[in-house]
């Protein structure tokens, strides 16, 4: 019968080559999806162009109203807790990004977006999974990546590790504190598991109780200061500053947001979002920045497709494709609006078309700041963008 | 390695082909030989009922004739009605699952349900489909693949899954071809093209569903497909398709996977598709073939594959009677241990085996059983299941309010007094274990249960339900 241990004696560790996690030192990557598809149009909004007003006589945003960032573009009134972001030069905002063979249904098109496949492909794990699989050959942590949900994303799944989804610490701790669950978890680690199914399901939950075990540890040194609106989007963002500012060995959170899917009434839902969104990540980057991480962390913003340029007949708009994407930190090389506005006058039968491959903004990301190697994480070549 | 009795033979072909095996009726088949209990189980699944949680009536009352006569408002209105009506479908089949006497027949309908995977708010399409599965579930696979290839459901869902600006016909036979018969590698793009004019006049009528074939959109000229070259129909194409032996060793390897083990065996698998191929894709050749065979009831194979949120949910309401208020917590359980009836993520259905677990999900897997039998509380919150046109903006609570019924809590209450009286008395704390668990205990769960005070059988069994050799099949 095989037997082979899975753990890795301790003398064997101190050869190892470095990992990616230890690279990548206090660096750490945010992720906030916006579920649903967010209408990019009316988040950042193309105010000079009379395209946007004459495809939505109802639902375009006043220009008046308009938060101006530059002679072409500015927010909905909903994100101004964004102003003070933009003005830091904390934000970055990328127009037109999508993906070639544009799907425009929401679970396959999340699908797109989080495993990081061809809209043709079809991805058992996530491009974070499989960040996860390549930066440390078995001795990652599912801590290593956290989402604040009580189930886990595609994103987090890799084919051999997978991240961990956290919604409440304590909890999570007191859970793992049970006794027979404890007990089981005792009497394992002392045995030496089997490399089949039921081994992993052991070693899952070692590896879960440990890290219940560290998250209640580490949490405990610093308590975030920083001023939260009361909504559970924003005390997911206080969770996630509190871990970070703990020095959990975390690189990457995953948190979302969801209701963007705004076919009928679109104004009063949208605009609710688009302020709870904005608020809460204003008082993360905020909080971040007193207690001295903010320089350590990137934020980024993304929804699995925008919405068409004409609005519908109900008020609302229907599915899309390309979007804005957003990008915050206190380490943005490039800052402010990073490309052109989209082109509302060359569309594909009513929507945008992609300027940046969303990939690409991921292969950067693992590249330049988790100082990981995006080849063997992203399918295909990616071009290096700048904004970092 | 011990060789392995009887009685475990038994209870892992049930766990297999069916969804596990009370200790009251592996009581009475331990001396049974498999072969014979496999005699009983398909003969068990000659008669068979429909599944029926649409009627015709219902589907048109959701199915307005004049659509563009409607505003937003009664748009929405049938689309709510929809997708209430696929809700209701999953949780009558769920049920049909744990009750219905046709085991193998439900089983392979269940395997049959992940390789065609559909995902359509189509209530009465959906039904139809899942009729079509259970009706030739240990039939003719040629039958199966025509029936498939010709339902509204496949013909909606393929045509417009993708909803890409490409002929929609290229991405049938692509997923016709892909997913269920060659599987990937096996052909060329061009054949796909080829394919796909074959496939031209392929419709169905509205409302009734109905396949119709439009024979002045129909492609008539040559086509060369898979080497070969003719004037081809639709049909045509799928007779091709089941000439290559590629095929069946598709089929027969993700038979492989859900029944036998997540690590393929290539000898084995290529013995069943010989024995598929050659019996003309007759599938409970196959599975008979599968079920009698040695290597089947082998050490290895017995407990190895993780079961399925579906395998949990329904092999505990099979080992033990449970009643429900309200069985929409049946749905809220499904959707957070990541699979519910008819909503597979995409076409090519569920991943399995190990995708199933992480820390998180494992934790709640381990839960589960407690909060089935043991009356516990639901205290997780699904990830939105985004289905086009819902808008989703409910907070937690109302969530968890609207997925577990305020007024009608889902309150289940299991029959503890009548399953503990099933047991054989005098029954011992190892006999029990064997009944409840089809993996061997690990050593660690050993370690444990040696040094378990409780007195009373039913605590004992409670700890079996939370281990995660429980989870396992």
């Known amino acids: 019968m095989a037997s082979a241990a899975l753990f890795v004696p301790s003398f064997l560790k101190a050869f190892e080559k470095r990992s990616f996690l230890e690279k990548a030192g206090n660096k750490v990557l945010v992720i906030i999806q916006l579920s649903g598809g967010n209408d990019g149009l009316n988040a950042l909004v193309p105010f000079e162009n009379d395209i946007y007003y004459n495809k939505r006589k109802t639902l375009s945003v006043p220009k008046s109203d308009i938060i101006r960032l530059n002679d072409h573009q500015g927010m909905n009134p909903a994100m101004k807790a964004l102003q003070e972001v933009y003005d830091q030069g904390w934000m970055g905002v990328l127009n037109s990004v999508g993906y070639p063979n544009p799907d425009r249904s929401h679970f396959r098109s999340m699908d797109i977006w989080q495993s990081a496949s061809h809209s043709e492909e079809y991805l058992n794990t996530g491009w974070i999974g499989r960040y996860l699989d390549s930066s440390c050959q078995g001795c990652g942590k599912p801590y290593n990546a956290i989402e604040v949900d009580d189930t886990l994303s595609l994103t987090m799944k890799g084919m051999t590790q997978k991240g961990i989804a956290v919604k409440d610490p304590v909890k999570l701790y007191n859970a793992t504190r049970e006794p027979f669950f404890k007990e089981m978890t005792d009497a394992s680690k002392s045995e030496m598991l089997n490399e089949d199914n039921l081994g992993y399901l052991y070693k899952t939950m070692i590896e879960t109780y440990s890290s219940a075990d560290y998250i209640h540890a580490t949490n405990k040194t610093v308590d975030t200061k920083g001023e939260y609106p009361n909504s559970a989007f924003a005390k997911q963002l206080k969770m996630i500053s509190k871990f970070i500012q703990n020095g959990l060995e975390t690189k990457v959170y995953y948190v979302s947001l969801s209701g963007f899917d705004t076919h009928v009434g679109q104004k009063g839902t949208q605009e609710r979002l688009l302020k709870d969104w904005s608020e809460g990540v204003a008082a993360f980057l905020r909080d971040l920045k007193s207690g001295g991480r903010l320089d350590d962390t990137m934020v980024m913003t993304f929804s699995e497709f925008g919405r068409r340029v004409e609005q519908n007949a109900s008020n609302g708009t229907d599915h899309g494709t390309a979007n804005n994407l957003y990008l915050f930190g206190g380490k943005l090389k490039q800052k402010g609006i990073l490309n052109e506005a989209p082109d509302l006058s060359d569309l594909d039968e009513g929507d945008l078309k992609y300027k940046v491959d969303f990939r690409s903004v991921y292969a950067t990301l693992l590249n330049k700041w988790l100082e990981s190697d995006a080849k063997g994480i992203i399918g295909s070549e990616q071009l290096q963008m700048n904004f970092i | ?473």
Request: some cysteine.
């Open chain 2, 1 to 473: 390695m011990g060789s392995v009795s009887n009685q475990k033979k038994i209870q892992h072909l049930f766990s297999r082909a069916a969804f596990g095996i009370t200790p009251q009726e592996l009581e009475k088949r331990k001396k049974q030989s498999p072969a014979e209990a496999v005699e009983e189980l398909f003969k068990e699944s000659e008669h068979f009922e429909e599944l029926q949680a649409v009627s015709l009536e219902q589907m048109e009352a959701m199915s307005p004739q004049d659509r563009k006569d409607l505003n937003e408002e009664e748009r929405k209105k049938f689309r709510e009605l929809r997708r209430k009506s696929v809700q209701d479908l999953n949780l009558t089949w769920l049920e049909k699952l744990w009750k219905d006497p046709a085991r193998l027949r439900e089983r392979m309908t269940f395997f049959w349900h992940g390789h065609f995977a559909c995902r359509l708010e189509a209530p009465f399409a959906l039904q139809e489909l899942n009729n079509i599965h259970r009706r030739a579930a240990l039939g003719s696979f040629r039958e199966m693949l025509m029936d498939v290839s010709k339902c509204t459901a496949m013909l909606q869902f393929l045509n417009n899954q993708q909803n890409k600006k490409m002929h929609p016909n290229e991405n049938f036979a692509r997923e016709v071809m892909e997913l269920f018969t060659l599987g990937r590698g096996n052909y060329t793009e061009q054949d796909i093209k080829e394919g796909a004019r074959a496939f031209t006049g392929w419709s169905f009528e509205m409302p009734s569903g109905k396949f119709v074939f439009k024979a002045n959109q129909h492609d008539d000229a040559d086509k060369t497909f898979l080497g070969k070259t003719g004037n081809f129909k639709g049909e045509d194409i799928l007779e091709i398709l089941l000439e290559h032996k590629e095929t069946a060793l598709y089929i027969t390897r993700k038979l492989y996977k859900f029944f036998v083990n997540d690590i393929e065996d290539s000898g084995q698998i290529r013995e069943l598709a010989d024995v598929f191929y050659a019996s003309g894709y007759r599938i409970d050749t196959v599975m008979k073939h599968m079920f009698s065979s040695d290597w089947f009831y082998s050490p290895e194979n017995i407990g190895a594959k993780i079961k399925s949120p579906v395998d949990l949910i329904v092999g505990l309401n099979r080992l033990i009677p449970i009643t429900y208020d309200n069985k929409d917590g049946l749905l809220l359980f499904q959707r957070s241990l990541g699979q519910a009836l008819f909503y597979p993520p995409n076409v090519s259905g569920w991943a399995g085996g190990k995708s199933w677990i992480d820390s998180s999900s494992l934790m709640f897997r381990l839960k589960t059983p407690a909060l089935f039998v043991n009356e516990g509380h639901i205290d997780i919150v699904p990830k939105d299941d985004l289905l086009d046109g819902k808008p989703q903006i409910m907070n937690d609570s109302q969530k968890k309010e609207e997925l577990t019924g305020k007024k009608k809590k889902f309150n289940p209450r299991a029959d503890w007094k009548g399953f503990l009286a099933s047991f054989p008395a005098g029954v011992s704390r190892e006999e029990i274990i064997e009944m409840i668990l089809v993996a061997k205990p690990s050593s660690a769960l050993s370690k444990t249960l040696v040094g378990f005070k409780q007195d009373n059988h039913r605590e004992f069994i409670m700890e079996l339900l939370s281990t995660p050799e429980y989870q396992m099949a």
